[in-house]
């Protein structure tokens, strides 16, 4: 699992896009205190290579609480 942070000048937003590796699931979502917990808000997209990935738009110089939730089971983010 991994996260890539993109601070953008122009606006105060950070573009934080999740990777999850999970050649296996069949649905990967992220569910944060940005999206009030909803498991249903933010869908990851599988890739070929099996790995679900998705970008959202976050308002930077705050901090976010998340998990994400594969095949319905919630997991940490190991590097968070």
Same mark, same amino acid.
């Given at each position: 699992?991994?996260?890539?942070?993109?601070? %953008?000048?122009?606006?105060?937003?950070?573009?934080?896009?999740?990777?999850?590796?999970?050649?296996?699931?069949?649905?990967?979502?992220?569910?944060?205190?940005?999206?009030?917990?909803?498991?249903?808000?933010?869908? %990851?997209?599988?890739?070929?290579?099996?790995?679900?990935?998705?970008? %959202?738009? %976050?308002?930077?110089?705050?901090?976010?609480?998340?998990?994400?939730?594969?095949?319905?089971?919630?997991?940490?983010?190991?590097?968070?």
């Amino acid at each position: 699992m991994a996260i890539k942070k993109q601070y %953008l000048k122009s606006k105060p937003i950070c573009k934080v896009t999740f990777s999850v590796p999970a050649e296996q699931a069949d649905k990967v979502a992220v569910a944060g205190n940005f999206n009030e917990w909803d498991t249903e808000a933010v869908t %990851l997209k599988k890739l070929k290579n099996g790995t679900f990935k998705g970008t %959202l738009d %976050l308002e930077k110089d705050n901090s976010y609480e998340f998990k994400y939730v594969i095949d319905g089971e919630w997991q940490n983010e190991e590097q968070a």
